[in-house]
């Protein structure tokens, strides 16, 4: 019975069951992707949408039609795509906000199949943001920067992140991802960062 099921969070703080075969949301993002009510931009080598759980004031996901399940899937013919989405997402960014801070970046193990690009903005100001597992997926090296992953790809012909050492990232103490302050509770961490100015120096 799903009553006994053990159950888990997976990033965006739904609840999924850990059986091992792929979960229905794991492929979530396949089926948003082509959401018109999320949709903000496309072309025909990719797909920008809105996230349905955002993480702060803007937080999109820039997504290749074509299909490539996850970083590991990469290969070095990819470098061109992976430009192109970085790219675009710079774009959104500035569509979105022109002096506020973001970061363009992919987790280092996602919950959701379908290569994605995080592109957010600093403020981390969403309700959706609920927990150390979400904070700590965007603020700490658990977050990898696009173009640390473009160089890595033309460097090795292929992306290789540890999911051992990934997955510890997430339990990390909650810190200020401005100054590192170490705070005790996600309000308490949320009521700080409003301290901070976002906006480009």
Request: aromatic share 6%; net charge positive.
């Amino acid at each position: 019975m799903t009553s006994k099921r053990k159950l888990e969070e997976n990033l965006d703080g739904n609840k999924v069951s850990s059986k091992k075969s792929v979960p229905f949301w794991k492929t979530g993002l396949l089926s948003s992707m082509h959401d018109p009510e999320l949709q903000v931009y496309k072309d025909d080598k990719l797909i920008i949408i809105k996230d349905k759980y955002p993480k702060a004031k803007y937080h999109f996901l820039v997504m290749p039609k074509e299909n490539i399940p996850n970083l590991k899937s990469l290969k070095k013919e990819n470098i061109d795509l992976l430009k192109h989405m970085h790219e675009k997402g710079k774009e959104m960014a500035e569509k979105s906000d022109a002096d506020l801070k973001f970061r363009l970046g992919y987790h280092a193990v996602p919950s959701m199949s379908q290569l994605h690009l995080h592109v957010i903005s600093q403020d981390f100001d969403s309700p959706c943001l609920k927990n150390k597992k979400h904070w700590n997926s965007f603020t700490t090296e658990y977050f990898v920067d696009s173009e640390e992953i473009i160089k890595e790809l033309e460097k090795n012909g292929k992306v290789v992140k540890d999911v051992a050492s990934s997955q510890e990232l997430l339990k990390k103490d909650l810190r200020c991802h401005v100054c590192k302050k170490e705070m005790k509770t996600i309000p308490a961490l949320k009521t700080h960062i409003k301290e901070h100015s976002y906006k480009k120096s």
